[in-house]
């Protein structure tokens, strides 16, 4: 007996389904502010161990295979001692949708793809719904490109050690969005140590692309409530995505 896709989706874990459902919402400048509830208890934790800066010219410049070999050579930071291999990225390397994480997992960590986990099955829900997949529009990275032993969070000094890596990404895919995933990729990307509350529902900017900051699909997996505020997340993102596109055609 075949099963429907969302008979599927719901064997999984995944549902509720993400649907599109009308009207799309208003961008936050134009409605009164709302108040802010305060965000997931997630810490961007302050260096424990001394890491190295990689310095910007050893990075800018590089083409795609050559970041990736530098990458994976890479030992900027002490988490490159306990990886497996380092994770750069995932999907379409001329992508109009960039989704930032925090760093690989145990299973990315052996897989060599980031997002392989039931994070993993979240966030290609997430896509899906939009009509969107990791080789279909989509790039996806992350603020560090090894595993932070016991999957913690990145202390700040690793992602700024990791961080000319993720920029020059940027630089070589040329988004139209970006979207991070979490507080870690929030400070990583726009050097904002800000709450994750305080900055949904904003069109914010990385360099004059817009950026929209949303919740990690880890924590989405441990607060199912939440996935209808992500949800919202996303179709900002959807619309300030449709108007980049529509101001690169002009």
């Given amino acids: 007996m075949s099963l429907s896709r969302e008979q599927i989706l719901h064997e999984m874990g995944l549902g509720p389904i993400w649907r599109v459902r009308e009207p799309l919402p208003v961008l936050a400048t134009d409605v009164p502010s709302a108040p802010v509830i305060p965000s997931p208890p ?9 890491c190295q800066t990689l310095p910007s010219a050893t990075v800018d410049g590089l083409n795609w295979p050559d970041l990736s070999q530098q990458v994976a050579d890479c030992r900027a930071c002490v988490l490159c001692q306990q990886r497996k291999q380092a994770v750069l990225g995932v999907g379409d390397r001329q992508a109009d949708w960039l989704f930032v994480g925090e760093g690989p997992g145990a299973e990315e960590d052996v897989k060599g793809e980031p997002f392989v986990g039931q994070a993993g099955k979240l966030l290609d829900n997430m896509l899906a719904a939009l009509d969107l997949g990791r080789d279909r529009k989509v790039y996806i990275a992350n ?40 507080k870690a990729a929030m400070y990583s990307v726009l050097h904002d140590d800000s709450t994750l509350a305080s900055k949904r529902g904003q069109r914010l900017s990385y360099q004059g692309i817009p950026v929209v900051v949303t919740y990690h699909p880890s924590y989405l997996l441990r607060n199912l409530p939440d996935k209808a505020k992500a949800w919202e997340d996303l179709l900002l993102a959807r619309r ?11």
């Fill in 42 to 50: 997630v810490e961007v934790r302050p260096a424990t161990q001394q």
């Fill in 240 to 250: 300030l995505w449709r108007e980049s596109s529509k101001t690169a055609q002009t």
């Fill in 143 to 182: 603020a560090v490109k090894c595993r932070p032993p016991g999957n913690r969070t990145p202390e700040a000094a690793e992602m700024t050690a990791c961080r000319p890596y993720l920029e020059r990404q940027i630089a070589l895919i040329k988004p139209k969005i970006i979207v991070l995933l979490g």
